[in-house]
Each structure stands twice: as structure tokens, then as C-alpha cells.
């Protein structure tokens, strides 16, 4: 089944305290990204990837990093998070430019 | 220019209304304009998608129609059914720069609820 999946699910963690939330694919798409949802912001793109150690910011990069060792593989690294990072975030992925994107189920993260 | 406007923020409907979701544009270069709705608790799912050489189209009971001059796209959604109620996000589709990436620049979101 294809499928996208992120961990973990929901997370509440404190200023300052680094961490990591994963994304993984099975479709063999190239492309990967990361997205926050905010209430009426709409998905906002935070970097994305066109293919292994192929990284660039989005939108709204400011406070994240990101890596790509593998196909399959986009966590999403917040090195000192802060309350205003406090959001719910999604993993897409897709073949190509002009390709479905599919998304992982989202990640609630609550930094105190 | 990036943007895309998306309106309204909510609405609620009585089943078998047929509600209607506006987006607009400024970018010229978008060319790609797909819909996703999501249901609680989960990831988007893409619904219908529309390229801007066609004006309208139809995939059951959600339609696009697309207004190249006026830079607008709207989703309709006939005979509206509980099981619709779900946030729902246009988006357009840009080439990144010389990346090809085609980026997704979604709009606000609107929360929909359909009344039994």
C-alpha cells in the first residue's frame, strides 16, 4: 500500500529542546516537502527536496533544517523549537512538478 | 503575487445545497490548479484538479470552474452530502524558478459543514 507516514503523531515538548519529526515514503517519489498548517494560513511550505542531498527552503524555513540521505526518508529537525512553531505539520511527497502529492497523516507538536 | 485567496473561511450548507468555494490568483504563471479536502485527524487528499487551458471540470458531483481572464477557480459540490463536511484547500501549482519543482501555494482553507 502506498503510503506516507510520520512520527511521531503528536508531540508536546518545551522551548529549547531539540527534535526530530520523521517522514517516510514507499512510492519512490523524488520529491519531498514540508508543510505547517496554521488556522487560516493555509499549508505553508518550510523546505523541500528534489532528490537525495538535494535540499531548499520554502516559505517559511526560519527555525528548521532538513536532510535527505535517503529517497524515502525527509525528517524535519527543529534544533531549539519555540512556542511559535506550535503547529500541526505535514510531510508531502510526489514523482514530479505537475504530480498528485500525496500527504503523511500530520504531526501535532505543542511547544511549551 | 504569490498568494492565493481563498473565501470563505467557513460555511455551512443543509444536505443537498450545493455549496460554492472561491479562490483567486494574481500570478500569471500558475498553471496547475488542484483541490484537496481533509477530514480530521488526517493528511490533505487531492479531490479534482484543473489546468488552465479548460474552464470547467466535472468528476461526480465536485466541479472546477476556472476564469482565466479573472484569475479565479471555484469549486462546487452538487447535491452536498454530511459525509463532505471536511476543510477544503485550493491551490496553485508554480514552476520554481529554474528547479522545475512545481511548488504548491495553497489558499486560507475553508471549513465546510454539511446539515443532515
Known amino acids: 500500500e502506498a503510503q506516507v507516514t510520520q512520527n511521531p503523531r503528536y508531540l508536546i515538548t518545551v522551548t529549547g529542546k531539540k527534535l526530530t519529526v520523521t517522514c517516510s515514503q514507499n512510492?519512490?517519489?523524488?520529491?519531498m516537502s514540508w508543510y505547517r498548517q496554521d488556522p487560516g494560513l493555509g499549508l505553508r511550505q518550510i523546505y523541500y527536496?528534489?532528490?537525495?542531498?538535494?535540499?531548499d527552503k520554502g516559505d517559511v524555513p526560519e527555525g528548521y533544517k532538513v536532510s535527505r540521505k535517503e529517497k524515502r526518508n525527509f525528517p524535519l529537525i527543529l534544533e531549539s523549537p519555540s512556542p511559535n512553531q506550535t503547529s500541526l505539520y505535514f510531510c508531502?511527497?510526489?514523482?514530479?512538478?505537475?504530480?498528485?502529492?500525496?500527504f503523511g497523516p500530520g504531526t501535532r507538536l505543542t511547544v511549551l | 503575487q504569490q498568494q492565493v485567496k481563498q473565501s470563505p473561511q467557513s460555511l455551512i450548507v443543509q444536505k443537498g445545497g450545493i455549496p460554492i468555494i472561491n479562490c483567486a490568483y494574481e500570478n500569471t504563471a500558475f498553471d496547475y490548479f488542484p483541490w484537496y479536502q481533509q477530514f480530521p485527524g488526517k493528511g490533505p487528499a487531492l479531490l479534482i484538479a484543473?489546468?488552465?487551458?479548460?474552464s470547467e471540470k466535472k468528476e461526480g458531483r465536485f466541479t472546477i470552474s476556472f476564469n482565466k481572464s479573472a484569475k479565479q477557480f471555484s469549486l462546487h459540490i452538487m447535491d452536498s452530502q454530511p459525509g463532505d463536511s471536511a476543510t477544503y484547500f485550493c491551490?496553485?501549482?508554480?514552476?520554481?524558478?529554474?528547479?522545475?519543482?512545481?511548488?504548491?501555494?495553497f489558499g486560507q482553507g475553508t471549513t465546510l459543514q454539511v446539515k443532515p
Open positions: 491551490a496553485a501549482n508554480r514552476l520554481d524558478g529554474s528547479s522545475n519543482t512545481g511548488k504548491l501555494i
Open positions: 508531502g511527497t510526489k514523482k514530479s512538478s505537475y504530480n498528485e502529492q500525496f
Open positions: 527536496s528534489m532528490n537525495v542531498e538535494v535540499t
Open positions: 484543473i489546468r488552465p487551458d479548460v
Open positions: 512510492m519512490n517519489h523524488e520529491y
